[in-house]
């Protein structure tokens, strides 16, 4: 059975890891990251503050996916006061296709809407078929599209 719990601390070891995993897997989509170890996300931070909440899923005591939201105000010509950034979405290779992500998100969207925040986003590389998918199966749409041009 899977559940999901508020990150702690104690989670972190697992939660870097798991950091460099999400990197690695994003690394063909993106050639403008640095090469080596970089880091997306101050992850000790996130668990401690009050504005983000970083959750887990797991199953049989194994941490196998992670996500967080964290609470944003945003430019004043939005209809919205404030929203919600999802970020950090991981699932174990070995547990995808499980609904995991699904089960992240939910927990996510329940901690979202107990902030009175109705309003969610995200980034996806447009090549992650895969993601994309997995996001679509919990309500997201394509909204807009991030272009860039390296003029070297």
């Known amino acids: 059975m899977i559940t ?7 989670d972190l070891p697992i939660l ?10 994003e690394r063909p989509f993106d050639e403008t990251l640095k090469e080596g170890k970089i880091s997306y996300y101050d992850i000790k ?15 049989d005591n194994e941490i196998i996916g992670s996500g967080y939201a964290r609470i944003v105000i945003p430019k004043t010509y939005f209809k919205f006061d404030k929203f919600a950034y999802l970020g950090f979405m991981y699932v174990k290779s070995s547990h995808r296709g499980k609904g995991v992500n ?6 996510l969207y329940s901690w979202v809407k ?11 590389y447009a090549e992650n ?8 199966k919990v309500g997201f749409k394509s909204h807009l599209i991030n272009m860039r041009n390296d003029l070297k």
């Open 4 to 10: 999901t719990r508020k990150a702690v601390l104690e």
């Open 16 to 25: 870097l890891d798991f950091e460099q995993k999400l990197i690695k897997a």
């Open 45 to 59: 931070a996130m668990i401690l503050a009050k504005d983000v909440e970083v959750i887990v899923a797991v199953q």
């Open 102 to 107: 699904k089960f992240v998100v939910d927990a």
């Open 114 to 124: 107990s902030n009175n925040v109705f309003e969610v986003r995200l980034d996806v």
């Open 129 to 136: 078929h895969g993601a994309i998918r997995a996001y679509e």
